[in-house]
């Protein structure tokens, strides 16, 4: 079965940083590009950042870049987000998400359950 | 950056209609990279359809997707209970701002 499990959500002050973990069971993680899609309550999905299967090839949505870094080590299958000068507007859910191929930014087959990021003061 | 424009809004149908959702892109695109998602309460996002017109495994065949050029869709052949939820069309890097099936 195909898993995806994120952790490392809490409450953080404006301007501070957390650090996100995602952890894949149940495939070849070295096949498959991942990504990070958060969510507001009742707002559409929001692409964050995602990485290619070769742990190399990456990119950032233009709301997050410079702020946030994504990595992952197939090695421990795992799929971090790095998030600094955290804002309001970063408030949501943060789904793990696996893409249908090798690259990142392929439709998204499989999600987590999401772990939830608050910036409030 | 593609601006992905969903209509209707909201979709007020009965159980055992069909439904067709719009998705309009502000540039012409390939449909390989255009993906639609299901969204019930309290879950996470389901794809059902990736590349314009290819239906997931498992997704009944009830739901087809089509289209080219800036105009796709996303048709329920008839409406189960469990299909009221929200739908998202999506490229990469974008979401569109979703339809809304409720019952009538």
């Known amino acids: 079965e195909v898993k995806l499990v994120e952790s490392g959500g809490g409450v953080i002050r404006p301007g501070g940083s957390l650090r996100l973990s995602c952890v894949a069971s149940g495939f070849n993680v070295d096949d498959y590009g991942l990504s990070w899609v958060r969510q507001s309550p009742g707002k559409r999905p929001e692409w964050v950042a995602g990485?290619?299967?070769?742990?190399?090839?990456?990119n950032y949505a233009a709301s997050v870049r410079g702020r946030f870094t994504v990595s992952r080590s197939n090695v421990k299958r795992s799929l971090y987000l790095r998030m600094t000068s955290l804002k309001a507007e970063d408030t949501a859910l943060y789904y793990c998400?696996?893409?249908?191929?090798?690259?990142?930014?392929?439709?998204?087959?499989?999600w987590g359950q999401g772990t939830m990021v608050i910036v409030s003061s | 950056d593609i601006v992905l424009t969903q209509s209707p809004g909201t979709l007020s149908l009965s159980p055992g209609e069909r439904a067709t959702l719009s998705c309009k892109t502000s540039?012409?695109?390939?449909?390989?990279?255009l993906a639609w998602y299901q969204q019930k309460p309290g879950q996470a996002p389901r794809l059902l359809i990736s590349g314009a017109s290819n239906r997931v495994t498992g997704i009944p065949h009830r739901f087809s997707g089509g289209g080219s050029g800036t105009d796709f869709t996303l048709t329920i052949g008839r409406l189960e209970p469990e299909d009221f939820a929200v739908y998202y069309c999506?490229?990469?890097?974008?979401f569109g701002r979703g339809t809304k099936i409720e019952v009538k």
């Open positions: 999506q490229l990469p890097g974008t």
């Open positions: 998400v696996r893409a249908q191929g090798r690259d990142y930014d392929l439709a998204f087959d499989q």
């Open positions: 990485v290619g299967w070769n742990e190399i090839s990456m």
């Open positions: 540039e012409t695109i390939s449909g390989k990279y």
